[in-house]
Nanobody, 127 residues
């Protein structure tokens, strides 16, 4: 069993930065690929970024490439999402998720199940 708790969300002006954290319980964190997702009001949840269990593989949605960076610290059981040059369209609830299969995070869609989800953290970017 893995529990995920996101933190670091908040209100920021356009062009600003935030760093989200997702802390995982359990001693098997290093065996899970991790992903960040977001859901804006009235929209479906979407993939933002993901990182493989060993941290070597990463992927990003086209909308955040060059602005967001995903990383993980397996010693701290934590995955991060550094968000720079934030835009109002980045406003959403951000969720982290874990799955033992990296490709499932990358190819996720709303009809697919992942192993574990966090409860989400709100990010609001003002113009």
């Amino acid at each position: 069993q893995v529990q995920l708790v996101e933190s670091g969300g908040g209100l920021v002006q356009a062009g600003g930065s935030l760093r989200l954290s997702c802390a995982a319980s359990g001693r098997t964190f290093s065996s899970y690929a991790m992903g960040w997702f977001r859901q804006a009001p009235g929209k479906e949840r979407e993939v933002v970024a993901g990182i493989s269990a060993n941290g070597i593989g990463t992927y990003y949605a086209n909308s955040v490439k060059g602005r967001f960076t995903i990383s993980r610290d397996n010693a701290k059981n934590t995955v991060y999402l550094q968000m720079n040059s934030l835009k109002p369209e980045d406003t959403a609830v951000y969720y982290c998720a874990a799955d033992q299969q990296f490709f499932k995070l990358k190819l996720w869609s709303t009809d697919k199940r992942l192993d574990y989800w966090g409860q989400g953290t709100q990010v609001t970017v003002s113009s």
